[in-house]
């Protein structure tokens, strides 16, 4: 199983980025996913998640508003649109494949990882 997350960068305060994960190796349908996030000296903190379906849809309190989660069964894929970045934004940005629930914050319920991609947000 691979999980191969994209699309960070460096960008403003008040600017926007979509990230993107390709999943491999597994029956991605089957699979709720999740965003998950950790910034330097922090614990890894729930982003947001989606249910297998494309339902179930959950965000965290700092992101909800600003931040879209979608996914893509056809593509194997999972987005994370970032609109109004803040500095507090700036973190590694994981995505997570989930076969238990139907979309959790807890990490611990997620199967597969991928990589990470670097977000950093300027002031």
């Known amino acids: 199983v691979q999980l191969q997350a994209s699309g960070g960068g460096l960008v403003q305060a008040g600017g926007s980025l979509r990230l993107s994960c390709a999943a491999s190796g597994l029956t991605f349908s089957s699979y709720s996913m999740g965003w998950f996030r950790q910034a330097p000296g922090k614990e890894r903190e729930f982003v947001a998640s989606i249910g297998w379906s494309g339902g179930s849809i959950r965000y965290a309190e700092s992101v909800k508003g600003r931040f879209t989660i979608s996914r893509d069964n056809a593509k194997n894929m999972v987005y994370l649109q970032m609109n109004s970045l803040k500095p507090e934004d700036t973190a590694v940005y994981y995505c997570?494949?989930?076969?238990?629930?139907?979309?959790?914050?807890?990490?611990?319920?997620?199967?597969?990882w991928g990589q990470g991609t670097q977000v950093t947000v300027s002031s």
């Open positions: 997570a494949a989930d076969s238990l629930t139907y979309g959790s914050f807890r990490s611990r319920t997620y199967d597969y």
